[in-house]
């Protein structure tokens, strides 16, 4: 019989207790991102929860739990001989900065997709898919804070300067569709960044294209890019130079009909810019912090959408290299490669 040691018991519950006060904390972090905790520490900190209560315009007493929880998970620091609370440089970047890195939003998404338990274990009971659209509203707007950082971070700065040639057309001015858009955070920056460009969004969620819109408006770049309401296999137009999908071939249902309709509506010689999470080919090079947020999520959102829309065997957003290939050799594609990555994300290039 195998005897289960001590050691194995404390390394085991040491995971569990780091486990479930992540868990825990994310609504708290989710409370202080919107009641403003974390903006009134980078503006006017260090405080005591009683300044940080006045600041803000609430309880003192409930301030006065969050703060020491939050200081234990290392989101802010505790200074015990004022008593008082504050944020180093990189929290404040973190947590409450609009343009940092958004790690609320990260905590938002997650917390939507525990909302949406109930359907989703319904649906490993029946098989039946869960659409994009059937969601918590908290997994469109959560997950746009989720992504956008990272977009900010490396798409005109690494991932299209690893196109040769793309960063020029760009600037010279080339047609492009950004398919799978979501709010737009990715058809924003191009439109941006390239005001000789044409950018269009294109995305099958309406409430997601309706907010992008407002989006575009708030940003003062509603004359630069517009966006509709279509799929991946039939947005309309052709002769684009540029197509791009951020983070969703993997959520399709049919990636290889996309695919197929993405070369067509190229011009020739048109560039598919494909950016997937970052993912190994085998399930045990995934077997790592980064892969264990992916499939969960991808357990919550990318495979259900995709048997929502008829997949047989959903991709998953850690399916790796081998089968974005399959699918961009499938539809045609003259050339495919590994243009960049993070550690995040994979880049990748593909020529019609």
């Known amino acids: 019989m195998t005897t289960v040691t001590e050691e194995q018991i404390d390394e085991l519950l040491g995971r569990f207790v780091t486990d479930l006060g992540a868990t825990i904390s994310a609504g708290n972090v989710l409370i202080g991102d919107k009641?403003?905790?974390?903006?009134?520490?980078?503006?006017?900190?260090?405080?005591?929860?009683?300044?940080?209560?006045?600041?803000?315009d609430t309880a003192e007493r409930y301030v006065r739990e969050w703060l020491p929880g939050q200081a234990a998970g290392g989101y802010i620091r505790f200074d015990e001989s004022t008593g008082q609370y504050s944020l180093t440089e990189a929290q404040a970047l973190a947590f409450a900065d609009p343009a940092g890195l958004v790690l609320p939003g990260a905590f938002q998404l997650a917390v939507a997709c525990l909302a949406d338990e109930p359907a989703i274990l319904d649906a490993f009971r029946t098989g039946r898919g869960v659409?994009?659209?059937?969601?918590?509203?908290?997994?469109?707007?959560?997950?746009?804070?989720?992504?956008?950082?990272?977009?900010?971070?490396n798409l005109v700065t690494s991932w299209i300067p690893a196109i040769p040639g793309l960063p020029q057309q760009l600037e010279a001015g080339l047609r492009v569709a950004d398919v799978g858009c979501g709010l737009g955070p990715s058809t924003r920056i191009l439109a941006g960044t390239y005001p000789a460009s044409t950018v269009r969004g294109f995305d099958a969620h309406p409430a997601s294209i309706e907010l992008a819109r407002e989006a575009a408006a708030e940003a003062g770049l509603a004359e630069r890019c517009d966006f509709a309401v279509a799929r991946?296999?039939?947005f309309p137009g052709t002769g684009y130079g540029l197509v791009t999908t951020f983070d969703c071939l993997h959520d399709m249902g049919d990636p290889v009909g996309a695919a197929r309709h993405i070369r067509d509506a190229l011009a020739e010689d048109g560039i598919w810019l494909i950016v997937e999470p970052f993912a190994e080919d085998s399930v045990a090079e995934n077997l790592n912090p980064v892969g264990r947020v992916y499939y969960s999520f991808s357990t919550f959102l990318c495979v259900p959408h995709a048997i929502s829309e008829g997949a047989d065997d959903a991709l998953g957003n850690q399916a790796g290299e081998a089968p974005v290939r399959s699918i961009v050799e499938a539809a045609g594609f003259r050339t495919f490669r590994r243009a960049a990555q993070t550690p995040f994300n994979i880049v990748y290039e593909a020529r019609a």
């Open 35 to 56: 009641l403003g905790f974390y903006r009134a520490l980078a503006e006017a900190g260090p405080l005591t929860p009683r300044e940080l209560a006045v600041y803000t």
């Open 131 to 153: 659409a994009w659209g059937d969601h918590h509203p908290d997994v469109f707007t959560g997950c746009e804070r989720f992504f956008r950082p990272g977009y900010v971070a």
């Open 232 to 234: 991946a296999q039939d």
